[in-house]
């Protein structure tokens, strides 16, 4: 199969399932924007660069330093706030997003059924093709509504935990180098 055809047949299916295929589409694709956007975000505060979490927390320490272990407790505490604000950020739409595209996907259901009575006042029962397209675009947008949640559902709540996991672990790091930066000098 060459790209063209893939794309064709992509086309095909969203004609096919009617004006609900293209929200749950768009939705989708919003979606995985943000989980791809808050990977990156994971990956770079994970790194051992400037960038990374331990950085952040070492940087703090030997900022403030010089005013004692109080002050530096105030800024690995406004650091750490201001991680978790970062790291939580987009979560909550994204589990929106999966939940909006089976209701989506569901609207197309009746959409397509009110399409199959509306064929069945106009022509009977005598023509089962025509029916059988408004059954279609029914099925279609539910599997499409069903198969757009699932992986962003998954894909949310792993990425979640592993930032969580993250979180965790810097912050006991940053916790151990105070109390090593603070029992060396004997403070």
Known sequence: MTQLSALEEIRALLVQGGWVMLPIFLLGLFAWILIFERYFTYRRAKSKGEFGIISQFQKSILDSYAFGR??????????????????????????????????????????????????????GFGNPVLIADGISEALLTTQAGLLVAFPIVLANNHLRARMERLKAESWKRALQLENEKFSAEGK
Request: charge should be negative.
């Open 70 to 123: 109080r002050a530096v407790n105030f800024r690995l505490e406004e650091i750490r706030h201001f991680i978790e604000v970062d790291f939580d950020k987009a979560f909550p739409t994204i589990a929106s997003c999966a939940a909006l595209a089976p209701m989506l996907g569901l609207l197309g259901t009746v959409s397509g059924m009110v399409h199959v009575f509306q064929t069945i006042q106009l022509f």
